[in-house]
């Protein structure tokens, strides 16, 4: 996070409610609250989850400083001893997370926060404006390279970010879901992901001719030279003046970039022509508002690229620029007894699953590669057995029997007590734990066309609770 407090970024509810339980004497009751999303992005098979690191870093900061206790006294509606409260505040939670770069499904507890519920309450939006924003971006990147089939991806899309943040953070996700590098300097100062380009048209039109502004930069970057060819014309002069300059130069790497017309034609016939040159080993690089749908559509015509630079539709997920995370309660605690919680609605999918819980994930034991998740209550036992039956709960009808698994708890203990217990992995790590993990799901969650339906599965127990608190709820309504 930035050294800038940001205690207090977020929604005003959070200050009414927590000030709300501490008049009320509930103030450190404990809750729990699951977070979760409901569906995946672009109507995808599986989202990836980013944003973790962000996240501890900011509960690790959590400190109301002298301005923010002004300023809310300053609003004349909490009690002076709420804020005493607050600024001697020392956040006392238990966190349990699933590890960034893992594949996500909905409905999933990917975080779950366990501790007073005014604490667990208050960190609702910043968790939710992290995790949201990062896991949108990462699912989008890995869309991306998958479409690229093997070619290397490079985020390009610093300019068009929301915002300094959305740049900065972006290009982290985009680097875990798959992209070998970014536009974004600052972010190979600070996180270690290589800071990637070429050249602008600016370049070429500074100098008197084509040629010599290739020839200027071919001399100064012998090692890198990746000329932008689509200035004037790409055909009738740039890669005849690149393929001038390779020739006299002998740039020890080169490459052509091409931002504009008809990718698939245009690489075909510039590969030709640098074929003919004799400069096989010349790469073609493409961008201009690229996303998976127009990349995997040149590649299947024949195209000829060797990268992509991904901007705009990559940095702001532009075919659905929301992720949809949310926050719920799950259970609170009485005297130590867990009173599960949960909330009803006329749309199936925003009822949520109460009680404190676990997610496993089922890997076969031969192949290695997913079967299913199962959420369980925290107390069962690990899921086991060589006839293990799962049904969709989206789908009742639909049951698969497992048998020959393994179950694999995916989530981690994040912080105990408000100590942090977990070390976040690099981001290259992080990265290629991403791909290790993508690598165990079949072929058929990662079309991007009516991907199979994941099951995520319930245990008879968790099952058996929820219906009855629907049945409990509904009761309510009649009296």
């Keep these: 996070m930035n050294k800038e407090n940001l205690t207090i970024l977020t929604d005003f509810y959070e200050f009414s409610m927590a000030n709300g339980y501490f008049r009320t004497g509930v103030a450190e009751n404990i809750a729990c609250f699951d977070l979760f999303f409901r569906r ?105 390279v998958r479409a690229a089939a093997g070619r290397a991806v490079m985020e390009f899309g610093t300019r068009r970010a929301h915002g300094t943040s959305a740049a900065v953070f972006g290009a982290r996700a985009a680097y875990i879901g798959g992209c070998v590098g ?26 008197p001719s084509e040629y010599e502004a290739f020839r200027k930069y071919a001399e100064i970057y012998p090692n890198n030279c990746v000329l932008l060819v689509d200035t004037y014309n790409v055909l009738k002069s740039g890669i005849p003046n690149a393929i001038r300059v390779f020739r006299e130069v002998k740039p020890a790497k080169m490459g052509i970039r091409i931002d504009s017309g008809d990718i698939t034609y245009l690489t075909k016939r510039a590969g030709r022509m640098l ?56 259970a609170i605690e009485e005297s130590g007894t867990i009173v599960p919680k949960m909330k009803l609605s006329e749309n199936v999918e925003k009822i949520t699953n109460p009680g404190n819980k676990t997610l496993y994930r089922l890997f076969d034991k031969d192949t290695g590669r997913v079967m299913a998740d199962v959420i369980t209550l925290d107390h069962e036992p690990v899921p086991a057995g060589d006839d293990y039956i799962i049904f969709d709960p989206s789908f009742p009808w639909k049951r698969k029997r497992l ?46 066309e009516n991907p199979q339906n994941y099951y995520v599965d319930l245990s008879d127990e968790l099952w058996r609770l929820r219906s009855d608190l629907i049945e409990q709820y509904k009761s309510m309504e009649t009296e």
């Design 182 to 207: 970014t536009a974004c300097t600052i972010c190979e100062r600070d996180q270690g992901i290589s800071a990637l380009g070429t050249m602008a048209h600016s370049w070429v039109q500074v100098f």
């Design 40 to 144: 995946v992005p672009d109507n995808g098979g599986f989202a990836v989850m980013a944003g973790l690191e962000q996240a501890i870093e900011y509960l690790k900061n959590l400190r109301f400083d002298e301005r923010d206790i002004d300023f809310l006294r300053g609003k004349g509606v909490f009690h002076e001893d709420f804020l005493e409260y607050l600024r001697n505040f020392e956040f006392r939670c238990d966190v349990w997370a699933v590890p960034e770069g893992t594949p996500i499904f909905p409905g999933e507890p990917i975080l779950t926060v366990r501790g007073p519920v005014t604490q667990a309450q208050y960190i609702e939006t910043m968790l939710l404006l992290l995790i949201n924003h990062q896991s949108l971006i990462a699912t989008k990147a890995n869309r991306i």
């Design 403 to 448: 048998a020959n698994f393994k179950a694999v708890n995916i989530r981690k203990p994040i912080f105990e007590k408000g100590k942090c217990v977990y070390v976040s992995p690099d981001i290259h790590a992080i990265r290629a734990y991403c791909k290790e993990q993508i690598d165990t799901l079949w072929e058929e969650l990662l079309r991007f």
């Design 275 to 330: 074929d003919d040159a004799g400069l096989t080993e010349c790469e073609i690089v493409i961008s201009n508002s690229l996303d998976e749908w127009i990349i995997r559509d040149v590649i299947s015509q024949g195209a000829r690229i060797d990268s992509f630079g991904v901007g705009e539709r990559l940095i702001t997920a532009g075919s659905e620029p929301m992720f949809g995370g949310v926050y719920k309660l799950a």
